[in-house]
């Protein structure tokens, strides 16, 4: 499985409004800048998470972006499928014509299991769970904060 750098962003975006609260949206301006993330890029992803529920947005001169629901309710694996469909660790597991030896290859029960812990470990981190532990690293998954993430792995 790999994190693409669109999920990167959103984990990102996501991470920024959970830190800034629900009491006033953050524009999509304030989250660009902040999480580095391409104005255009931002918007799009913006979009994607609204459209999943995951964030609401406010119009106007004071508008902005907010989370839909609490950060205990957003686990990183939501943020995952949304921006790339569900994590999996080989493509037999969403589509089984994909190998001709499906139902009879000797280590596809491996996979599932691959598969099995990822999507457990990614539904308990929450957000807030980050917020409360991470509070000042920036998420990056090329390899800058791979000790941090492992640990949170590890510890939920």
């Not at 508008?63 to 309710?73: C, I």
């Not at 597991?93 to 009879?104: A, H, K």
């Not at 029960?109 to 917020?131: G, K, M, N």
Request: overall charge neutral; some cysteine.
């Amino acid at each position: 499985m790999e994190i693409k750098r669109r999920t990167d962003y959103a984990i990102r975006m996501m991470l920024s409004i959970a830190k800034h609260g629900n009491q006033s949206p953050l524009s999509i301006n304030q989250i660009s800048k902040s999480d580095d993330v391409p104005y255009q890029f931002a918007r799009s992803i913006q979009h994607d998470l609204v459209q999943a529920g995951l964030l609401k947005t406010i119009r106007g001169a004071h508008g902005g972006s907010m989370l839909a629901k609490p950060a205990d309710q957003i686990s990183l694996f939501d943020v995952v499928a949304t921006m790339q469909g569900p994590p999996v660790f080989s493509p037999c597991e969403l589509d089984p014509s994909w190998c001709q030896r499906f139902g009879v290859c000797s280590v596809h029960e491996v996979w599932h299991q691959l598969d099995v812990e990822i999507r457990t470990r990614l539904q308990a981190i929450s957000l807030d769970y980050l917020v409360r532990n991470l509070k000042d690293v920036n998420l990056c998954f090329q390899g800058k904060v791979l000790d941090s993430v492992e640990k949170v792995t590890a510890e939920a």
